[in-house]
């Protein structure tokens, strides 16, 4: 079997607080709900996530998998950020993207096998209201995504009416225009616990070929709470909504109709359970293990999904 891999870096932020909730870092998909890391101090995180895409959707049902798509994803995301102040933070986020995936369309054998660095993402974190003073913090969060990623990737095997064609937009590891985000997050501490929320709007111009990805609202939320002072335990909510897709003039218009990689459109949730580990009982360092399952899904048209997702986090503080 084919899969889709992606090893992601991703940033993990800290609290700088005097209680055990100081000691409990967001989940591992949250993005931080309203915290920023304090002026001077810098956090790196690297972030795997793996899953497969062996499934087809068309609206809440799975439907048989027409073209036998077999595919699987690896993805290394770095993300640095850095307290340029108390009320402000930035951060970067480079990803490292492995897509392999095998399929027949009609009587021929596909195959793609791109990799390489996609689309970076600078984003930018503004205090709202204060922990201490209100008893919750928000933030709003605003940043580009920059085209970065290749966007010329071709077949490994491709069927003969598609010689010489770069493989669909979205097995790219890029898109070749810009993106705008903008949302807000919202964190909460308690006694032995946190919670952590937020919401982000993407606006996605057409890419290269005039591909439609659709803008996307994610919304996240969940809650970790501490079994002892190295190991915590959480649950998480992922969802998201994608309008509607077009794949404009990418691709030929003989592939256009047969293919099975489509861009996300419609509506999604993933349960995530998930450990966190603080070997010496501070954030300084810490580890965390998650599985992402598919709880909910409304797709506007045939399309492929996921059903788990696996997630490693690794974060130090400087």
């Known amino acids: 079997m084919k899969r889709i891999k992606i090893t992601a870096l991703s940033l993990g932020l800290i609290l700088g607080y005097t209680n055990l909730s100081a000691d409990i870092m967001p989940g591992i998909n949250s993005k931080g709900g309203g915290i920023l890391l304090p002026e001077g101090k810098m956090k790196m995180v690297y972030k795997y996530m793996h899953f497969d895409r062996n499934s087809m959707f068309d609206g809440s049902s799975e439907v048989p998998n027409l073209e036998q798509l077999d595919a699987a994803v690896n993805i290394n995301l770095l993300l640095l950020n850095y307290?340029?102040?108390?009320?402000?933070?930035?951060?970067?986020?480079?990803?490292?993207?492995?897509?392999?995936?095998?399929?027949?369309?009609?009587?021929?054998?596909?195959?793609?096998?791109?990799s390489g660095i996609g689309d970076i993402i600078v984003m930018g974190r503004y205090k709202l209201t204060d922990m201490k003073e209100d008893g919750y913090q928000t933030a709003l969060k605003f940043g580009v995504k920059l085209p970065t990623g290749s966007t010329d990737d071709g077949f490994i095997k491709a069927p003969p009416f598609a010689l010489n064609v770069n493989t669909p937009m979205p097995t790219q590891m890029g898109t070749g225009k810009a993106e705008y985000k903008l949302g807000v997050g919202v964190s909460k501490l308690f006694d032995?616990?946190?919670?952590?929320?937020?919401?982000?709007?993407?606006?996605?111009?057409?890419?290269?070929?005039?591909?439609?990805?659709?803008?996307?609202?994610?919304?996240?939320?969940?809650?970790?709470?501490?079994?002892?002072?190295?190991?915590?335990?959480?649950?998480?909510?992922?969802?998201?909504?994608?309008?509607?897709?077009?794949?404009?003039?990418?691709?030929?218009?003989?592939?256009?109709?047969?293919?099975?990689?489509?861009?996300?459109?419609?509506?999604?949730?993933?349960?995530?359970?998930?450990?966190?580990?603080?070997?010496?009982?501070?954030?300084?360092?810490?580890?965390?293990?998650?599985?992402?399952?598919?709880?909910?899904?409304?797709?506007?048209?045939?399309?492929?999904?996921?059903?788990?997702?696996?997630?490693?986090?690794?974060?130090?503080l400087f």
Request: proline content about 6%; hydrophobic content about 35%.
């Open 83 to 114: 307290g340029i102040s108390d009320t402000f933070n930035i951060a970067l986020a480079v990803p490292h993207k492995h897509i392999e995936a095998t399929a027949k369309l009609g009587p021929n054998d596909v195959a793609i096998d791109n």
């Open 192 to 316: 032995g616990g946190r919670l952590d929320a937020g919401t982000m709007f993407t606006y996605r111009p057409k890419a290269e070929h005039d591909y439609d990805f659709g803008n996307e609202l994610s919304y996240d939320i969940g809650y970790m709470h501490a079994l002892t002072d190295k190991f915590n335990v959480g649950l998480e909510y992922n969802g998201k909504y994608n309008s509607k897709t077009d794949m404009g003039q990418d691709t030929n218009p003989i592939l256009r109709q047969m293919l099975p990689f489509k861009a996300f459109s419609g509506t999604v949730g993933y349960l995530t359970p998930q450990v966190q580990f603080l070997p010496f009982g501070k954030p300084k360092i810490h580890l965390d293990v998650g599985m992402s399952f598919l709880l909910h899904k409304n797709v506007k048209e045939y399309q492929p999904l996921e059903k788990e997702r696996f997630i490693v986090r690794f974060g130090y």
